[in-house]
T-cell receptor
């Protein structure tokens, strides 16, 4: 199993641009989440999903959209990138909603 | 807002010594988890302790939970250079029912094990 995969590994955007961070898992997990990690802030939950077609907001959802059309994929969309969205983004999945399996992360720089 | 806070924020020890990290949280929980993050990598789950458990072991890891004090500790015995990483505690939000899909992470603690 590849586990949780994320693409791209690194991205540079200009303010106002949009993009989609991809996340996929091959473990047939129902639960998937997106976090951002900033220096000194730990990980903060952006959006999460408890199954295909079901998503909900986390702690810092503003400026991000998600959808879950399949069990495997959980893309994160930045609608209009801002410098405040410069961060490292982690996707995670979970079989039971408890133990999380994390992807390798996407480093995003917004200029 | 952060639910869990690790203490100390940084710890430097010699190989073979024990490392103890503490986590305090603010509200009632269903369970508490510890994760490790090597530099530039994703987090790796280490251990989960439920609110009705007081102590749990996994290899060189020992976790305790004191719900009356809203605190947990992670002990790594006989540390190795490979244990150098950041360690995070994570708790589920109190209104979560069942699973912990809405985990809240602390800011993390950096452990350096010197060879």
């Amino acid at each position: 199993n590849a586990g949780v995969t994320q693409t791209p590994k690194f991205q540079v955007l200009k303010t106002g641009q949009s993009m989609t961070l991809q996340c996929a898992q091959d473990m047939n997990h129902e639960y998937m989440s997106w976090y951002r990690q900033d220096p000194g802030m730990g990980l903060r939950l952006i959006h999460y999903s408890v199954g295909a077609g079901i998503t909900d907001q986390g702690e810092v959802p503003n400026g991000y959209n998600v959808s879950r059309s399949t069990t495997e994929d959980f893309p994160l969309r930045l609608l209009s990138a801002a410098p405040s969205q410069t961060s490292v983004y982690f996707c995670a999945s979970s079989r039971d909603g408890e133990t999380q399996y994390f992807g390798p992360g996407t480093r995003l720089l917004v200029l | 807002s952060q639910q869990g806070e690790e203490d100390p924020q940084a710890l430097s020890i010699q190989e073979g010594e024990n490392a103890t990290m503490n986590c305090s949280y603010k509200t009632s929980i269903n369970n508490l988890q510890w994760y490790r993050q090597n530099s530039g990598r994703g987090l790796v789950h280490l251990i989960l302790i439920r609110s009705n458990e007081r102590e749990k072991h996994s290899g060189r890891l020992r976790v305790t939970l004191d719900t009356s004090k809203k605190s947990s500790s992670l002990l790594i015995t006989a540390s190795r250079a490979a244990d150098t990483a950041s360690y995070f505690c994570a708790t589920d939000l109190p209104f979560t029912q069942g699973g912990s899909e809405k985990l809240v992470f602390g800011k993390g603690m950096k452990l350096t094990v010197n060879p």
